[in-house]
């Protein structure tokens, strides 16, 4: 099994920044993609960002040039900077992981934590 723990969501002023981190535990395949999701009231879940672990980074568009995603495969963690938010960002946010163990690709979700960017 594979656990996901967020942490740094809140409250944040439009333009300022934020950043958000996920730290995975348990047995993880090197072969693997993490990345995070967000969700507003509403909406489905969408894709903000992911990484490989060979460093291959994917962002949706509304996030280009102003999101950034990181990860320290030594620790399992995926990080991710967010300048300039805006209040269309407002959503809460799920760590993800995808790794391929024994032929198969297996999902990982986070509790989510909640963004919220208003004045």
């Known amino acids: 099994q594979v656990q996901l723990v967020e942490s740094g969501g809140g409250l944040v002023q439009p333009g300022g920044s934020l950043r958000l981190s996920c730290a995975a535990s348990?047995?993880?395949?090197?072969?693997?993609?993490m990345g995070w999701y967000r969700q507003a009231p509403g909406k489905q879940r969408e894709l903000v960002a992911t990484?490989?672990?060979?460093?291959?980074?994917n962002y949706a568009n509304s996030v280009k040039g102003r999101f950034v995603i990181s990860r320290d495969n030594a620790k399992n963690a995926v990080y991710l900077q967010m300048s300039s938010p805006k209040p269309e960002d407002t959503a809460v946010y799920y760590c993800?992981?995808?790794?391929?163990?024994?032929?198969?690709?297996?999902?990982?979700w986070g509790q989510g934590t909640q963004v919220t960017v208003s004045s």
């Open positions: 990484i490989t672990s060979g460093g291959s980074t």
């Open positions: 993800n992981i995808k790794h391929y163990r024994r032929g198969t690709w297996s999902d990982y």
């Open positions: 348990g047995s993880i395949s090197s072969i693997n993609a």
